[in-house]
C-alpha cells in the first residue's frame, strides 16, 4: 500500500492505458506543482505495469476496485473509450474519489446524467478535460470579448480535424466511440466556442464519410445559434490535413481569428483586426503552454480548497446537450431547438 499524498498535493490515478494517458495525462500530472501521479489501472496488469515504470508511479493494477480502495488514490482521470467512462467514473466517484472525465464526459446524456448525479450525491468534485480553454490565445480572445473590444458577438467559427485513415482503433468503433469527430473533436470546439459566446440554443447540422468508410462519420457540419444573438460555425474531420486547428470571433467592433489553438501544438498566431477592412490587421504570435497541465493543476486546486472547478458537470452536459443535436439533426435533416 503506497503512503497517503503530500499535504498540498493530489494523489492521481490513471484509469485506461492508452495514447492520450501515456502522452498527454501522466506528463500533465507529473509536471503539475499539486499533483503527484499515484497508479495506472488497466485489464492487463502488464499494460499498466509498462506505464507505472514508464512514468514512476507507485502502483499498477489491473483490477478496478482494488485500484480504488488505495488511499493514496484521491482523483482519478478516466482515460477509457468513450463508451466506458460511465462505469469508471461512477465506480470512482462512488468510492469517494474526484473525477476528472476525458471529453466527452459519456457518449449519451443517461450516462452524462448518471456521473453527474453520482458526483452530486457522493459530493465529490466533477470535471471534464476541455484542455484548450486554457491555451493562451483562447485566454487572450476571451479576455477581449470580456472587456468590450469585440463588441456585440455576430459570428463565431471553429474547425479542427485530421486525416485519420483506417485503423484497428476503437475511435472507429461507433459502440465504443460513440461516433467520429463529431463525438471525438467537437467537445472541444463547443465547449469553447459556449465559453465564448454562451448557451447554444439551436444545432443544424450535417455528418457524413466523404473519404473513409468505417462505421463513424469523417465529417461534421453545424451551424450553431447562441442565446447571445450570435450564430457560429462548426467544421470538425478525420479527412482534413490541418494543424492546430483555427477560432475565429467576430463583433460589432472588431475580429480575432486565432490559428493553433485547438490543438496541443508548438505555436500559436492571432490576428486582430479593428476599422475599414482596408486598414492592417495586428498581429500577435506566440509558444503554446502545456494546456493539459494547467488543466489538473486547475482541477486539483479545486479539490485542495473544496470549491468548483472551472469546468463543471453542467458543462459537460451541456456540451453533450449540443452534440446529441447534431447528430438528431443530422439524422432528421432538419434543425434542432436546445431552449428550455
Not at 463529431?182 to 459556449?194: F, K, N, Q, T, V
Not at 455528418?207 to 450570435?230: I, K, M
Amino acid at each position: 500500500m503506497a503512503e497517503t499524498s503530500s499535504a498540498g498535493r493530489v494523489g492521481w490515478a490513471v484509469l485506461g492505458c492508452g495514447r492520450v494517458a501515456d502522452r498527454r495525462i501522466a506528463p500533465a500530472i507529473l509536471g503539475a506543482d499539486n499533483a503527484e501521479l499515484v497508479a495506472f489501472c488497466s485489464r492487463s496488469l502488464d499494460r499498466a505495469s509498462e506505464y507505472m515504470e514508464r512514468h514512476e508511479a507507485e502502483l499498477a493494477f489491473d483490477n478496478l476496485d482494488e485500484m480504488l480502495a488505495e488511499p493514496a488514490v484521491e482523483a482519478v482521470y478516466v482515460a477509457t473509450p468513450n463508451a466506458l467512462h460511465v462505469e469508471g467514473a461512477v465506480a470512482a466517484l462512488e468510492a469517494g474519489k474526484h473525477v476528472l472525465v476525458d471529453k466527452p464526459l459519456a457518449t449519451t446524456l443517461d450516462d452524462a446524467r448518471q456521473i453527474a448525479e453520482a458526483a452530486q450525491r457522493t459530493r465529490r468534485t466533477l470535471s471534464v478535460m476541455f484542455q484548450m480553454r486554457y491555451h493562451p490565445a483562447n485566454e487572450q480572445v476571451k479576455q477581449m470579448i470580456e472587456e468590450g473590444a469585440l463588441g456585440r458577438l455576430s459570428v463565431v467559427r471553429a474547425q479542427i480535424g485530421f486525416w485519420f485513415a483506417p485503423a484497428e482503433v476503437w475511435r472507429h468503433d461507433v459502440e465504443l466511440a460513440g461516433g467520429g469527430p463529431g463525438m471525438d473533436l467537437a467537445p472541444h470546439a463547443i465547449d469553447l466556442l459556449r465559453s465564448l459566446a454562451g448557451d447554444v440554443t439551436g444545432v443544424q447540422a450535417t455528418t457524413g464519410n466523404v473519404q473513409f468508410h468505417y462505421n463513424v462519420e469523417d465529417l461534421a457540419l453545424a451551424t450553431l445559434w447562441f442565446a447571445s444573438g450570435a450564430m457560429g460555425r462548426l467544421d470538425v474531420s478525420y479527412c482534413t490535413h490541418e494543424y492546430g486547428g483555427r477560432v475565429e470571433v467576430h463583433g460589432s467592433e472588431a475580429s480575432a481569428v486565432i490559428d493553433g489553438s485547438l490543438q496541443q501544438i508548438g505555436g500559436y498566431r492571432i490576428w486582430y483586426r479593428r476599422g475599414k477592412p482596408d486598414e492592417p490587421a495586428q498581429i500577435v504570435e506566440g509558444q503554446t503552454s502545456n494546456c493539459y497541465e494547467a488543466a489538473i493543476e486547475e482541477f486539483s486546486d479545486a479539490v485542495l480548497q473544496g470549491r468548483q472547478p472551472a469546468i463543471t458537470a453542467t458543462d459537460g452536459l451541456r456540451n453533450l446537450e449540443v452534440i446529441e443535436a447534431m447528430y438528431e439533426s443530422a439524422r432528421t435533416e432538419r434543425r434542432v431547438s436546445l431552449e428550455g
